[in-house]
């Protein structure tokens, strides 16, 4: 059964950083496209940061891109989400989410599994 989990979630002020964890059991990520996403209530699930299987390519939303960073650790079968100066519009459920194939999916439907999410909140 894979399953993944994510933590790292809470309640910061704006300006603040929180690091998300996404570990990965019942399936290895090596060779595995890697992504995190975020949801609103009554919004869509929306790609804010995907990385392809070896590290190399990353892609981030532009509204994140300078202040989030995705990376993975592989051994660790793990995937993380730095995210630096936070303001009140990141708040949302934040999602980790793995796929089958190499290269960065940046679609729901490009996924295979997904984690339970977990809430970031940023107050101003």
């Known amino acids: 059964q894979v399953q993944l989990v994510e933590s790292g979630g809470g309640l910061v002020q704006a300006g603040g950083s929180l690091r998300l964890s996404c570990v990965v059991s019942?399936?290895?990520?090596?060779?595995?496209?890697m992504g995190w996403f975020r949801q609103v209530s009554g919004k869509e699930r929306e790609c804010v940061a995907a990385?392809?299987?070896?590290?190399?390519?990353?892609y981030y939303a532009d509204s994140v891109k300078g202040r989030f960073t995705i990376s993975r650790d592989n051994a660790k079968n793990a995937v993380y989400l730095q995210m630096n100066s936070l303001k009140p519009e990141d708040t949302a459920v934040y999602y980790c989410?793995?796929?089958?194939?190499?290269?960065?999916?940046?679609?729901?439907?490009?996924?295979?599994?997904w984690g339970q999410g977990t809430q970031v909140t940023v107050s101003s």
């Open positions: 989410a793995s796929r089958s194939e190499l290269d960065v999916g940046l679609s729901v439907r490009a996924y295979d599994y």
């Open positions: 019942g399936r290895t990520i090596r060779g595995k496209g």
């Open positions: 990385i392809n299987w070896s590290g190399g390519t990353a």
